[in-house]
């Protein structure tokens, strides 16, 4: 097959672009520097207006299928053109849909569900000849993609981050999808542990680790000192959910203004914990102390890293957090927790302070430490930098990440 077809896929994600997720859409234009061609769907539409997204997220957005925004009409045609067209392949596709649901209601539907939504991108991978599909994250559109192979006969690849992917294997047929798919990255050893765990030693060969990465050129360190005379400045990114930890950030905050520190947190992020954090922050009596700015865009973000004193994820599930690398590549010295794949990114009391999940008063305590010691938070901020270029510089990870690319969909032909 020409090397031209060999480079040409699509990219299928839940949401794309997002603000959690920006690290797809530097990956996917970092990839089509190196001559990939690479056209990117998503099931659900992005989760910020056009005129709140940066020209480059707007512009992605703009070039980007979005499957559910086809409505029942291009559902229906998509199961008519399949019928007329594929037959056999539109009833085995429908019958392994259902299996996956097994005996549960619930699921069969969530199946009949992905099924349709593969057909739609099946059938828009034929009109861009686009033999390879990879999917982020192997979870729901890892299961639309799993039923594009089969009706289609395309090519499959996986991008496993954990942790929703470890939170439900069951559920999330982890272990079907890991032996579905033609080839796997996952973004860290602790990841790679965790697909191995899932599968026979001899489908480890299929599996490489591909590290995500930033950009430290985006991310300029603070020049100016911290003055003293002010709060100290604690920033948070992620998103509002029970997983981040960000209850725990709230206690520690009340545990250091309860013993006379002068602190100041900035949380950034949305979702569903919002009115039971705000709830807490009030209960705390830290209303002006800590402050819920919602979503923000990555220009947004980066001007309160550069406007921290320290980046704190107190989080008790994660991958290898992109957050995190942008406050470490900003020379922000971050604390957060001893938990599956931070230790690879952080060596703590080098690159980081870790502290275990849950732990308010531990987390409390490695924040004073910073506080305390300007000379630790320099050491660790600069060190902290370095790791970042040294193992997680996104265009050096996106090289490697293409020659893997190119080597299995070779191997495939």
Known sequence: MPETRVRRMAYLVSRYPAVSHTFILREVEALRRQGFVIETASINRPDQQP????????????????????????????????????????????????????????????GVGYFTE?????????????????????????????????????SLSLMIHGPDEFDDVRGQLLAEKIAGADFLFCIGSFARSQAMRLSAPAQWTKIDIAR?????????PRLAPRRDDGPFHVLCVGRLVAAKGQHVL???????????????????????????????????????????????????????YGEADAFVLPSFAEGI?????????????CVT????????????????????????????????????????RARIGAAARRRVDADYHLERNTVRLGRLFARRLEALQ
């Open 51 to 110: 005129q709140q997204m940066p020209p480059r997220e707007r512009e992605e957005a703009a070039r980007t299928y979005y499957v559910k925004a086809h409505g029942v009409a291009g559902a229906l045609a998509a199961h008519a053109i399949a019928l007329w067209q594929r037959p056999r392949a539109w009833l085995a596709g429908l019958l392994y849909a259902l299996r996956l649901g097994g005996t549960d209601l619930r699921r069969i539907a969530l």
């Open 118 to 154: 593969a057909l739609m991108v099946g059938r828009w991978m034929r009109a861009n000849e686009l033999p390879h599909l990879h999917v982020h994250f192997a979870t729901a559109a890892a299961s639309v993609g799993l039923c594009v192979k089969k009706v289609f006969g395309t």
């Open 212 to 220: 995500l990465g930033v950009d430290p050129g985006q991310y300029a």
């Open 250 to 304: 709230v206690d520690a905050a009340r545990r250091l203004v309860a013993g006379g520190r002068d602190v100041r947190v900035t949380i950034v992020g949305t979702g569903p914990d919002e009115t039971g954090l705000r709830a807490a922050i009030d209960a705390a009596g830290l209303q002006t102390k800590v402050c819920l700015t919602g979503a923000l865009n990555q220009d947004e973000v980066r001007r309160l």
């Open 321 to 333: 957090p992109v957050v995190l690398m942008e406050a470490m590549a900003s020379g922000v010295p």
């Open 337 to 376: 927790t001893r938990i599956t794949g931070i230790p690879e990114l952080i060596r703590s009391d080098d690159e980081g302070l870790l502290v275990a999940p849950s732990d308010a008063e531990a987390l409390a305590a490695a924040i004073a430490r910073l506080i305390d010691d300007p000379g630790l």
